[in-house]
């Protein structure tokens, strides 16, 4: 990894101390053997492993192998399918959980890892997770993301102490698996480059060391990309590392800015979506993907366009929210009373607070123009990162109908009090201008 990422705590030239909880990140093939060695510095004798049918079959059942050869008993809750970012999966964990446990170990990826913080965090027991996919940033990252009354959020909960990536149990998951984890960190593109846009248009705080770690680590991936889908060994690592410096860098910022923007919320409400009316949704990261690509396609738009003060005043003082939160209780479902909450405390349809964001958009329109520039590739570049790994392109080559991709696109800048492209959309006042 880059030496950074692995530093649980430094000063910043950008004035802050950076911190992780992630005390180590081991990566590299046969790593899964050093489990009783990484037990042992926590002093275990009683470990919870959790996992699910599959990833039980993968590598939990060697976890368990493992931990009884070194002398240790452990307890185990095996999902007997895949479960859900939801109250219920977490609660069942809880239920299970054998409090004579010393140490968690879970045995999986996205949801199982999550599920296995919130767990860590209500025990205060050492927690080490076992990869089985590199399909999400959500290792290293200090939340787990949720379904809560509707809406998908991110809970405060901790980073688990240890991280282990081997790489023959990695390289083995499903293809989608591993596209998902690629388009995980191909929405970095746009999620680094919305952190400068808000720090130039809002002032929000921005760390050059920390932006460049997540770029660093987002450039190794794509030039692996031929590799990824032939599971060679470099490339699989390359990729599970990037994702883990992710969640590091989220961890160290102290909010998700470095890793994700508008594609993941595109891809949040893909999922409220499902959750509510039983529409097609497909693994995060796959829709991430799909979602880069479209913001993409946006920014072009966007870097053709000049800002025009009275067309958007006019928009603005046209804009009825009252109709706009009928339209997004009609889109998400439940999850829409959650995202109207968050506006009633963040006021970001105000008339004066868009009219000096306006006045700061047409004074740095240059420097704005510059940042896409240099952040983000043309979607052609894009579009041919994700044919490299064979990873879908468009919503319809997941289900979604393409009729949904325009109103998921103005929600988006609902789902979290996060300056993102499609607020910048209707700060310009071309918010329904805009072709997806």
């Not at 910043?12 to 590299?28: L, P």
């Not at 032939?230 to 909010?255: C, N, P, Q, S, W």
């Not at 499902?274 to 993409?296: K, N, R, V, Y």
């Not at 072009?300 to 009825?320: G, H, N, T, W």
Request: hydrophobic share 40%; glycine share 6%.
């Amino acid at each position: 990894m880059e030496e950074q990422a692995l530093r649980r705590s430094f000063d910043c030239d950008c004035g802050r101390t950076h911190t992780t909880t992630v005390e180590d990140v081991i990566i590299g093939r046969g790593v899964i053997a050093r489990l009783p060695e990484v037990l042992a510095r926590y002093g275990a004798s009683r470990v919870f492993i959790l996992s699910d049918y599959n990833t039980n079959l993968v590598a939990g059942q060697k976890a368990a192998e493992l931990i009884h050869n070194a002398g240790l008993s452990a307890a185990s809750f095996v999902f007997p399918h895949s479960p859900k970012p939801s109250e219920e999966y977490v609660g069942s964990a809880v239920e299970h959980y054998d409090p004579a446990c010393d140490a968690i170990v879970t045995v999986g990826s996205g949801v199982l890892c999550d599920i296995g913080k919130i767990l860590s965090s209500l025990t205060g027991k050492p927690y080490i997770v076992i990869a089985t996919a590199p399909s999400c940033d959500a290792y290293a990252s200090a939340t787990s993301s949720m379904e809560r009354d509707g809406l998908k959020v991110s809970l405060p909960t901790r980073a688990p102490n240890v991280l282990i990536g081997d790489t023959d149990i990695l390289k083995t998951a499903p293809d989608h698996m591993l596209q998902a984890g690629f388009g995980d960190m191909l929405a970095k593109y746009v999620s680094l480059c919305e952190w400068r846009l808000s720090h130039i248009i809002n002032g929000e705080y921005y760390c050059p060391a920390i932006a460049q770690m997540m770029r660093a680590a987002l450039d190794k991936c794509v030039a692996h990309r031929e590799g990824l889908m032939r599971r060679e060994d470099d490339a699989v690592a390359v990729v599970f590392e990037g994702l883990v410096i992710g969640g590091v860098a989220m961890a160290y910022a102290g909010v998700s800015r470095p890793a994700s923007g508008a594609e993941h919320y595109m891809s949040h409400v893909w999922d409220m979506r499902a959750l509510q009316f039983g529409t097609p949704a497909d693994l995060h990261g796959i829709q991430c993907g799909i979602a880069t690509l479209l913001c993409a396609k946006v920014y072009e738009q966007i870097k053709k366009m000049k800002p025009d003060r009275e067309k958007a005043l006019s928009y603005v003082a046209a804009f009825d929210y009252e109709d706009w939160k009928k339209q997004l209780r009609a889109f998400v479902g439940d999850g829409a009373d959650a995202m109207i909450a968050i506006e009633a405390r963040e006021h970001k349809y105000d008339v004066a607070r868009h009219k000096a964001r306006l006045e700061r958009i047409i004074d740095c329109w240059d420097e704005i123009i510059s940042v896409i520039d240099e952040e983000l590739p043309s979607a052609a570049e894009i579009e041919a990162i994700l044919d490299a790994v064979g990873a879908p392109k468009t919503p319809e080559a997941i289900g979604i109908d393409s009729a949904q991709v325009a109103m998921t696109f103005r929600c988006a800048k609902d789902i979290r009090d996060k300056y993102v492209l499609p607020r910048l959309c209707w700060d310009l006042g071309v918010l329904e201008k805009i072709k997806l």
